[in-house]
């Protein structure tokens, strides 16, 4: 199984979520579980835990030079692709079933709708599917005018640990 890498640190936006989640704190619990890992790619982004419910999380992109395409100074595909796939990602171990130990994601696809050169992007990942073998998600990527960037979808396959004798 391959090691997952997301980050340990809890912002400003991070430090409020568990106020606000209060009907959640099992699932916040292992969002802040699985986010032990530092230096990881979300962390290195900048990406942001907002909120988290049932079959949903919102996940939040402050953009920066490094997040844009250095041809044209708009957002990145890739910036997009890792805000959606992190959003997913981290709604899927929310939402994990019983015994379930982790995931991967096995397929994704990401269609840019518009470019975005300054602020905040959003991206509200929803969970259309959720099966003891998979998890498919749909997530928007949007600006804080609520104008859509991109839509994003990808499965997740659910991993259990070997059964031990």
């Known amino acids: 199984m391959r090691s997952v890498c997301h980050p340990h640190r809890i912002s400003r936006t991070d430090a409020n979520v ?3 989640i209060v009907n959640e704190p ?3 619990k292992a969002i802040e579980d699985y986010r032990k ?3 990881c790619l ?3 982004l900048g990406i942001q835990l907002i909120d988290v419910g049932e079959n949903w999380l919102t996940a939040s992109l402050e953009l920066k030079p490094h997040h844009l395409n250095p041809a044209h100074s708009s957002s990145h595909a890739a910036t997009m692709v890792a805000l959606s796939d992190t959003a997913s990602g ?3 171990v929310a939402h994990l079933p019983k015994g379930a130990a982790t995931f991967t994601t096995v397929d ?3 269609n840019l709708l518009r470019a975005a050169t300054t602020g905040t992007i959003i991206c509200r990942a929803t969970m259309l599917h959720g099966g003891r073998t998979t998890q498919v998600w749909d997530a928007i990527v949007a600006d ?3 104008k859509k960037l991109a839509a994003f979808r990808c499965t997740q396959l659910i991993l259990y640990s070997p ?3």
């Open 37 to 39: 890992h530092p230096e």
């Open 108 to 110: 994704l696809s990401c």
């Open 90 to 92: 981290w709604g899927c």
């Open 163 to 165: 059964m031990s004798d």
């Open 26 to 28: 099992s699932k916040l």
């Open 42 to 44: 979300p962390e290195l």
């Open 144 to 146: 804080k005018s609520d």
């Open 18 to 20: 568990s106020e606000r």
